[in-house]
């Protein structure tokens, strides 16, 4: 079982940056296909980006590309997401889940386990 903590959420001015990490402990986060999915109030959780095992294929939904970077440092037991060009729309509670599974998917339900979640808040 792993435990997933999340970070580097807070304030930021619409155009700005910010880099959310996940820190795992318990198993290493190479077991797992990491994701980052967020959750506005009154909405449902929706997938923002995934990566493979080795780090070597990430997806995103389109919202999103082009402005934000999933990476993982297995020596690290981190998963990271780099924000740039922050919108009012993207502000949410952004959750860290890792998956058991062998193939990627978007879907929040087949996720095995969750961290705690951290507010990003874009103002505009």
């Known amino acids: 079982q792993v435990q997933l903590v999340e970070s580097g959420g807070g304030l930021v001015q619409a155009g700005g940056s910010l880099r959310l990490s996940c820190a795992a402990s318990g198993r290493s986060v190479t077991s797992y296909i990491m994701g980052w999915f967020r959750q506005a109030p009154g909405k449902e959780r929706e997938f923002v980006a995934g990566i493979n095992r080795r780090g070597d294929s990430a997806y995103y939904t389109d919202s999103v590309k082009g402005r934000f970077t999933i990476s993982r440092d297995n020596a690290k037991n981190t998963v990271y997401l780099q924000m740039n060009s922050l919108k009012f729309e993207d502000t949410a509670v952004y959750y860290c889940?890792?998956?058991?599974?062998?193939?990627?998917?978007?879907?929040?339900?087949?996720?095995?386990?969750w961290g705690q979640g951290t507010q990003v808040t874009v103002s505009s």
């Open positions: 889940a890792a998956d058991l599974g062998v193939v990627f998917t978007r879907a929040p339900s087949r996720y095995d386990y």
